[in-house]
């Protein structure tokens, strides 16, 4: 167990809709990143914050957002969703400074039909 | 070009083989190396890291990094059924927050 918690695990829901993500860091990290994995992109990073700041943004698109309350934890928001939007989202933590290691959580799998 | 390329498999090999899996990259301020190992339906965890060039070694585990091709390798020795995983590359700069992924190369180790 690697003390992130990502909910729900699972997600089924039609083209159009939105749904929301959830993540808990581990107890102590300040840093949560989101990523993105389908069969054919691999994993994608999509954005990361920092004690409720953005603090890096990859390949998300505008159509999704996140954001980190101060309790630390984190939300990720994905709207007008698409068939292509179907994959497994991930969350995962770390102390800010830590050049080695991020903690993932067990995942959302996400199926937009 | 993507920052990191990683050959996705998949890979077969019977028990007992050494396997090797590779990464290359683009960017020279990468100095941390990472692999990850993820079970199907899992999270990644980390399995092993190296910091600049050379080889690190942990048990039947041998990363190496070698910065002046962009090319880092892990080893499974005498690898095992419970081996079978997708194995993940990751690089992160000093300056800089991101990790950057490899697509992952999935392994299966027949008994």
């Known amino acids: 167990d690697s003390g992130v918690t990502q909910t729900p695990k699972h997600l089924i829901t039609a083209t159009g809709q939105r749904v929301t993500l959830r993540c808990s860091p581990r107890s102590g990290d300040l840093s949560v990143y989101w990523y993105q994995q389908s069969l054919d992109q691999g994993l994608q990073f999509l954005i990361q914050y920092y004690n409720g700041e953005e603090r890096a943004k990859g390949n998300i698109l505008e159509r999704f957002s996140a954001q980190q309350f101060p309790d630390l934890h984190s939300e990720l928001n994905l709207s007008s969703l698409e068939l292509g939007d179907s994959a497994l989202y991930f969350c995962?933590?770390?102390?800010?400074?830590?050049?080695?290691?991020?903690?993932f959580g067990q995942g959302t799998r996400l199926t937009v039909v | 070009q993507k920052e990191v390329e990683q050959d996705p498999g998949p890979l077969s090999v019977p028990e007992g083989a050494i396997v090797s899996l590779n990464c290359t990259y683009s960017n020279s301020a990468f100095q941390y190396f990472m692999w990850y190992r993820q079970y199907s339906r899992k999270g990644p965890e980390l399995l092993m890291y190296?910091?600049?060039?050379g080889n690190k070694e942990d048990g039947r585990f041998t990363a190496q990094v070698d910065k002046s091709s962009k090319y880092i390798s892990l080893f499974i020795r005498d690898s095992q059924p419970s081996d079978s995983a997708t194995y993940l590359c990751a690089m992160k700069g000093i300056a800089g927050n991101q990790f950057y992924f490899g697509t992952g190369t999935s392994l299966t180790v027949i008994p």
């Open positions: 190296t910091y600049s060039s």
């Open positions: 995962a933590s770390s102390v800010l400074g830590s050049n080695t290691e991020a903690f």
